[in-house]
């Protein structure tokens, strides 16, 4: 009887275009046809500039077109503030010789390349939508609940994608490039909100992105970039017809010094090694931090998203005792305001049981 199973590996980088990790990986008998995501944190600024997230794709795309692989979505965050380490988080999918139980899950999805008019727009809520349940059916999952993490890679705009719209006599929601990121990574939020049944789609106008948070999802983290055009999506869940000692479950940060979910999150998960940990982070809006006045949004210097990485990541250091997180900045509707979902995946001392 045969079963799908994942695993998952966390490299160090010493810079934006450092494989060599991956390579030795290859070398000592992983498959690379075995590889479905890629997800990576560089050292950049994390903003519209930010073009370690191109070189970092450009040097995957080229080390798996040395392997004949060309179909691994790769979702690039920029920004290790702080203390966090660059690393690549690597997911592979295989059929193995193995009864099935239920065990950690990976399906991936691309879009189609989105008009820069639908960015922040319900159009793009509703294309990202379609994405996650694609990815969904991809890992075998159909019950929303057994998805704990949604990672999305969404476009942003540029002047020449803001000016080619104009040319076509089409507005865009923003012509500041750097705003777009937010109501991209919002709208795409949104949209996985609506594929796992937390916001339905024909009660949200486009006014509500990036202005109604009461409206979000528990288990979407949502980065933006220069590097494409349509959406990378890759959906982590506990499925059934899977095997092996992965495990993941999800905690929502209610603010960005709340870790008692997270406990909660660990007493659910089978007791085992601590494989990755997947977060996100924003500087509360109401510029508040349990009634403490915070000074993230009055940096004129630093993007906000940049100090809550370098915050956010440091509290969840020192709660796992580890700097090699992926932690991704702005959380638009990702979570509640001013907090954001937290995957953990662990890995059992032998496979799960059925």
Not at 118 to 132: D, F, N, T
Not at 204 to 222: K, P
Request: proline share 4%.
């Amino acid at each position: 009887m045969s079963s799908f199973r994942a695993n998952v590996y966390r490299i160090s980088a010493a810079s934006p275009d450092d494989v060599s990790g991956v390579q030795t990986l290859i070398d000592n008998g992983l498959d690379p046809k075995t590889i479905v995501a890629v997800f990576g944190k560089t050292e950049g600024n994390g903003c519209v500039n930010d073009f370690t997230r191109g070189f970092a794709t450009a040097t995957f795309e080229r080390l798996f077109d040395g392997h004949g692989v060309n179909d691994v979505s790769i979702v690039m965050s920029g920004g290790t503030e702080g203390a966090l380490s660059p690393h690549w988080t690597i997911f592979t999918r295989e059929e193995v010789d193995a009864p099935p139980t239920t065990a950690l899950a990976v399906g991936v999805a691309r879009t189609s390349v989105m008009p820069p008019q639908h960015l922040g727009r319900k159009e793009q809520v509703a294309l990202v939508a379609e994405g996650v349940r694609s990815a969904m059916h991809n890992a075998g999952i159909e019950d929303a609940s057994e998805v704990h993490f949604v990672q999305i890679k969404c476009p942003l705009l540029t002047s020449g994608r803001i000016s080619e719209a104009a040319a076509r006599g089409k507005t865009t929601v923003v012509s500041d490039t750097l705003k777009s990121m937010g109501f991209s990574r919002g709208a795409s939020a949104l949209g996985i909100a609506v594929a796992l049944d937390e916001v339905q789609l024909d009660q949200l106008r486009d006014e509500d992105i990036c202005r109604s948070f009461e409206l979000y999802s528990s288990r979407a983290s949502t980065s933006a970039g220069v590097e494409l055009t349509g959406h990378e999506i890759v959906v982590i869940g506990m499925g059934k017809g899977w095997s092996g000692p992965l495990a993941v479950d999800h905690a929502v940060m209610r603010d960005c010094i709340d870790t008692s979910g997270i406990k909660q999150a660990i007493e659910r998960l089978p007791e085992g090694e601590m494989i990755a940990v997947l977060a996100k982070a924003e500087a509360s809006i109401s510029g508040t931090v349990r009634g403490a006045r915070h000074t993230m949004l009055d940096d004129s210097d630093i993007s906000s998203t940049r100090h809550a990485r370098g915050f956010v990541g440091g509290v969840l250091a020192g709660f796992f005792q580890d700097t090699m997180l992926y932690v991704s900045g702005g959380a638009e509707h990702q979570g509640p305001a001013g907090g954001g979902p937290v995957a953990i995946i662990v890995k059992h001392k032998k496979d799960l049981p059925a």
